[in-house]
């Protein structure tokens, strides 16, 4: 594949690439950024996984005028957590350039200290619709001087009810832009929006030959058992199995955990606390099986998620390919599951293909004692970002006065007020024990 530094990009900006192992072009980027540098609108095809953000990030940063300090780029995500994750993958392409700034504005945090940061200026602003949009209609935010619109993972915008929403979004960036349209699938209403609101888009579609799903389904009586019996025969590292309702989501996962499966449950009533601290564990290994409804899944990014169960059917196609689509990242090869009953007979025809296996359920087994246990479990510190707090700190307090070994601590996540770090489930309770002292200050800390 093709190298960055075949495009016209700043010298400053291909060596900060190159730093960050973008060592060639995925198919996506090689495809989209000529077209996107040349000036022209695109609606692209491209999978959650296949590169497209940093294909739209390289393109938009590239044309930035940092010394202009306006938002030159809006970039409308479904949900939070997509939008923190294409504003920290922007900001690590960002550092070709100093005092360039990215801003996110999602719905669930305070309003009043959005409007302190907007007062003083970003260049790119990130955000759901909706807390977008009140910015606007406010007047806290200003896009007169707006170049490039991107609608990422446009379909499940739609698909969640944004569709209004964004349009009144699109009203308030001017006519003269460049508007990048990003979507796993191409169905008609995605294709009616590019009309609206593109002018005359180049259409890139690539499909993920690299990402190797392999794709079962099971006919089964007692969905839980089999459930059950996929995990003991297929020992996923980790799993993330998809529930039509809240309720099930619940009773699917407390199912899961009496049988020796650690499991968390994720739907739509849990407060946004709630939702951190289970997105946290199963993001650093502290949980090994996700069950979740399919709103509240969207935005969530685990790059290493080696298996996918459908204990429910989707209600379409295009939904199935976003489920499966989270598995089988960066070329390694993936597991999606489906389940269904006899009475599902006809739901299940529109899934026959030659690429996927219809097997017996007595293929599945489960032998006696077994149990799926993380490799870690997640440590809260009562601190983060406001009080200082880096990684460097965290990682040398449990190296130094704790005496771990760096193979013993996993993921460190900082927030504004908290922070989560993941460790090793033999040594987490002797941690929880001991005062924990970051920067000579003391703090609070807790086992999730």
Not at 195 to 204: A, F, G, T
Not at 276 to 283: E, I, S, Y
Request: one cysteine or more; hydrophobic letters at 40%.
């Amino acid at each position: 594949m093709p190298s960055f530094a075949t495009l016209p990009l700043p010298d400053s900006l291909v060596s900060t690439l190159e730093s960050l192992g973008f060592d060639a072009m995925t198919p996506i980027q090689e495809a989209a950024l000529p077209r996107i540098l040349e000036g022209h609108d695109l609606i692209a095809k491209a999978k959650t996984g296949s590169g497209k953000t940093a294909a739209f990030g390289v393109g938009l940063l590239a044309r930035l005028d940092v010394k202009r300090f306006k938002p030159q780029a809006l970039v409308l995500c479904p949900t939070r957590e997509l939008a923190d994750q294409v504003a920290k993958e922007l900001r690590r392409i960002a550092r070709f350039a100093p005092n360039l700034k990215i801003l996110t504005l999602c719905g669930g945090t305070a309003f009043g200290p959005q409007i302190g940061s907007l007062a003083h200026g970003a260049h790119v602003v990130v955000g759901t619709p909706g807390r977008v949009l009140k910015h606007l209609q406010k007047k806290t935010l200003v896009l007169d001087e707006a170049t490039t619109l991107v609608l990422d993972e446009a379909d499940r915008m739609l698909d969640m009810g944004f569709l209004e929403e964004v349009e009144e979004v699109i009203a308030f960036v001017p006519r003269a832009r460049q508007t990048l349209l990003f979507s796993a699938t191409f169905p008609e209403d995605i294709v009616a929006l590019s009309q609206r609101i593109q002018r005359e888009p180049q259409s890139v579609e690539v499909e993920a030959q690299d990402n190797r799903v392999i794709e079962r389904f099971y006919e089964t009586s007692t969905k839980p058992e089999a459930l059950l019996r996929a995990l003991a025969t297929f020992t996923p590292s980790n799993a993330l199995v998809f529930v039509n309702t809240k309720v099930e989501a619940n009773t699917v996962a407390d199912f899961l955990f009496k049988r020796g499966v650690d499991a968390l449950s994720l739907h739509g009533d849990l407060e946004q606390y709630q939702r951190n601290d289970v997105l946290v564990q199963f993001a650093n290994n502290s949980c090994s099986v996700l069950v979740a409804t399919e709103v509240a899944a969207r935005g969530l990014d685990i790059k290493a998620l080696a298996m996918v169960i459908n204990y429910d059917l989707p209600h379409t196609l295009e939904s199935y390919t976003h489920r499966i689509g989270r598995t089988a990242r960066a070329g390694e090869e993936g597991l999606a599951v489906s389940l269904y009953t006899s009475r599902e007979w006809e739901k299940i025809a529109q899934y026959e293909a030659p690429s996927r296996h219809f097997e017996r359920e007595d293929a599945l087994h489960v032998s006696r004692g077994f149990s799926m246990k993380p490799p870690f479990r997640t440590l809260v510190l009562e601190g983060g970002k406001k009080d200082k707090l880096r990684p460097g700190d965290i990682l040398g307090a449990l190296t130094g006065e704790m005496g771990l070994e760096a193979k013993e601590i996993g993921k460190i996540d900082i927030y504004d007020k908290q922070s989560y770090v993941a460790i090793s489930q033999a040594r987490v309770d002797e941690v929880k024990e001991k005062r924990f002292k970051v920067k000579k200050k003391i703090f609070p800390t807790w086992v999730l």
